[in-house]
């Protein structure tokens, strides 16, 4: 989901209800800025100027969370992962009733403790094109949001190998073995230059389980549903067409639900939703007691429902009844879920295995090539991160023309290892900057690569990849 970055692109969302059935709220998420709360304590809370539909990291290392970011807290840092550098990304959801709140936002990264300096930061409003920032700079948003991604545009901290294939010069750039990267906070203001306090959607720990899951089941599995990112879905595995698939959502302790919000179907691209099936019916209970029969509508804007009787329990249990056909797959999909308890969002904190990547070399680390040619450079990038995602920049600068830019981002798995190379295959979506600066449609694709000891190559998502 890149945005004029891949990975938060699809976060433009506009969140409308159904307007068939009584139990569907057809008004945003509600944001409730002077009512006041009791924590675990008793004592009595201030609930934050704007709720989060979402807030998510391309990587984060254990225990520094992205949630650090918003805390008002500047001894707590948001880390990548070991091994990532340039490139990493993290992307807020904003709800449209609060949306044009943000005038301006500060990034203070970490500038001691033994971190690598940030030294450029790229801002991406609403999908529009980069600006870029310094650290510690003031940035006016000039607009409503509704998604933003801060982008680590370039870091101190890599080291660098030199190649040569035939005329070209290749720098191979890979991060220095105790290089890390963090951001301590990040604060938004309105236009009065008041600090703005954001929450994110609560984690709560729990499992999330389906009657069936499509292989690769790491890619599908149903966590996708929480991971933030719409170009992920949970996929139901079954023959059939999805009808009486189920999901099972166990929390650790009782939760209260009074609506759960869907964005239905496969939200990867256009094309995407269209061939895939969706929901239009299903039953939501505890398991036990009083199912009520909810339904959505054949739209990709996210669509939230409010229960007219809260459910309190540790488990809940969605039933799927009817769908929606899709024209191309009968396979049904979900790309993300919201549970509400009055106005504040939470989820199941996520977990992904994918055991079969763990031992790739590749896995977790970021590799940038500068080729210089004869009369342009080519500056391409590629992070392939151990939860089956990847995430692919690349530019070409001529001192004559305007540089061209090409973003690719999704899912990848290993399709078969050999002695001398590995066959992956990609599926995400893509697209190029245009020589107006305007950026085209996303478009899906599905391909297989092939990894040497020194080369990806590969056709339209990544083209020849030199590895250090």
């Known amino acids: ?19 068939d059935t009584p139990q569907t709220e057809n008004q945003n998420t509600p944001e409730n800025t002077s009512e006041q709360k009791n924590t675990d304590d008793g004592q009595e809370q201030i609930a934050p100027d704007i709720w989060l539909i979402g807030l998510s990291a391309t990587s984060t290392a254990a225990g520094f969370p992205v949630e650090n970011l918003i805390d008002g807290d500047p001894k707590t840092h948001w880390q990548c992962m ?54 510690g700079e003031k940035m006016q948003i000039g607009e409503p949001l509704k998604s933003l991604t801060i982008r680590l545009k370039e870091t101190a901290g890599l080291k660098t190998v030199f190649k040569k294939y035939k005329t070209d010069k290749i720098e191979i750039r890979t991060p220095e073995d105790l290089a890390r990267f963090g951001i301590a906070e990040i604060t938004f203001f309105d236009k009065t230059g008041k600090r703005l306090k954001l929450s994110a959607p609560t984690r709560l720990e729990g499992n999330v389980t389906a009657s069936s899951v499509l292989n690769p089941e790491y890619f599908y599995t ?49 094309s995407h939703f269209d061939q895939n099936g969706k929901i239009r019916d299903f039953e939501l209970s505890d398991g036990e007691n009083n199912p009520v029969i909810l339904t959505l509508r054949n739209s990709e804007p996210s669509q939230k429902l409010l229960l007219e009787t809260p459910i309190k329990s540790k ?116 697209r190029s900057k245009l020589p107006d600066g305007s950026w085209e449609k996303f478009e899906g694709f599905a391909e297989t690569m092939i990894i040497t000891q020194e080369q990806i190559t590969g056709g339209r998502a990544i083209h020849n990849f030199w590895l250090p």
């Open 82 to 135: 070991e091994g990532a550098a340039q490139g990493e990304e993290i992307t807020f959801w904003f709800s449209t009733e609060k949306e044009s709140l943000v005038e301006t936002l500060i990034v203070e990264c970490n500038k001691d403790g033994g971190f690598s300096e940030i030294k450029k930061l790229e801002i991406f409003i609403n999908e529009n094109s980069g600006i870029e920032i310094l650290p």
């Open 222 to 270: 149903p966590s996708r549903l929480f991971d933030n990112r719409l170009d992920f879905a949970w996929v139901e595995g079954a023959a059939g067409d999805g009808t009486g698939e189920i999901l099972n959502f166990q929390f650790k302790n009782e939760v209260n639900i009074s609506a759960i919000q869907i964005w239905n179907g496969y939200q990867r691209s256009q």
């Open 315 to 430: 488990n809940l249990k969605l039933k799927i009844k009817n769908i929606y056909p899709g024209k191309k797959f009968k396979d049904l999909a979900i790309s993300e879920l919201r549970f509400f308890d009055s106005d504040q969002p939470f989820v199941i904190n996520p977990v992904f295995a994918a055991e079969e990547l763990k031992n790739n070399p590749l896995v977790g680390k970021y590799i940038l090539n500068k080729i210089a040619k004869e009369d342009f450079t080519i500056l391409q990038s590629i992070t392939f991160y151990p939860d089956g995602t990847y995430s692919f920049h690349s530019s070409e600068e001529s001192p004559t023309d305007d540089s061209r830019i090409w973003e690719s981002g999704g899912g990848w798995q290993v399709l078969k290892n050999s002695p001398t190379n590995t066959e992956i295959k990609l599926t995400g979506v893509s």
């Open 1 to 19: 989901m890149r945005n004029a970055s891949i990975l938060g692109f699809i976060a433009l969302l506009f969140f409308a209800g159904c307007e």
